[in-house]
């Protein structure tokens, strides 16, 4: 089984609709992000959490929330979605290897907003 | 505003040939650095990290890192067809950001037959 699962892999919405991703990861890593990939803009980063009583903003925060539910679960929600946050999302997790800090990606959500 | 800065390429390189893949950065208190390869579509994938000044070797990737010159590399050797991808350069931040990466926008490679 993979160590970070997205759900769902593929979405289409409607302008104004709420919607949520959801991450879950079995690595055991505390810190977790979610980031969104545009075409030539590359990845940026939305929000991020190093443990579920700590929630921060990313680069791109506006029009986003999160819920940290657990250690192992990490949920992305669009409020009104809008055509511009048509994108692919990924959600990533942290924590240490070979003795340093590295970051896994899950297998992205495409999100297409009407 | 730390920024990560790639070529975007497309970059392409006969099979069997050497791609070489450049990265530079402002963050001048960046200690890691991370190349991560991703096919369309598909998640990026951590193929390499390197943290001291000089070159990390693992299999046909080397990693190349000149913290003076603010400058990252990656060297594919026998490149294959498989190898197409776009190569994403990242660099953990230094001070209070210090658990965040920040990309590069990537280089496209295309290894032809």
């Known amino acids: 089984d993979a160590d970070v699962t997205q759900t769902p892999r593929n979405r289409i919405t409607k302008t104004g609709k709420r919607i949520m991703l959801e991450c879950s990861q079995t690595k055991g890593h505390d810190r977790m992000y979610w980031y969104r990939q545009d075409p030539g803009l590359g990845l940026r980063l939305i929000y991020y959490s190093f443990d579920v009583k700590d929630i921060n903003k990313g680069e791109i925060s506006d029009g986003y929330s999160v819920s940290r539910q657990a250690q192992a679960k990490f949920s992305l929600s669009l409020e009104s979605a809008i055509p511009n946050q048509t994108a692919l999302y990924f959600c990533a997790t942290s924590g240490t290897s070979g003795g340093k800090e590295t970051q896994y990606f899950g297998p992205g959500t495409r999100l297409l907003v009407l | 505003q730390k920024e990560v800065e790639q070529n975007s390429g497309p970059l392409s390189v006969p099979e069997g040939a050497i791609a070489s893949l450049n990265c530079t950065y402002s963050?001048?208190?960046?200690?890691?650095f991370f190349w991560y390869r991703q096919y369309s579509g598909k998640s990026p994938e951590l193929i390499m990290f390197?943290?001291?000044?000089g070159d990390k070797e693992d299999g046909r990737f080397t990693a190349q890192l000149n913290k003076a010159s603010q400058y990252v590399s990656l060297l594919i050797r026998d490149s294959q067809p498989s190898d197409s991808a776009t190569y994403l350069c990242?660099?953990?931040?230094?001070?209070?950001?210090?658990?965040?990466?920040?990309f590069g926008k990537g280089t496209k490679l295309s290894v032809i037959p």
């Open positions: 963050d001048r208190g960046s200690q890691s």
């Open positions: 390197i943290y001291s000044n």
């Open positions: 990242a660099v953990r931040n230094s001070g209070a950001g210090s658990y965040q990466l920040t």
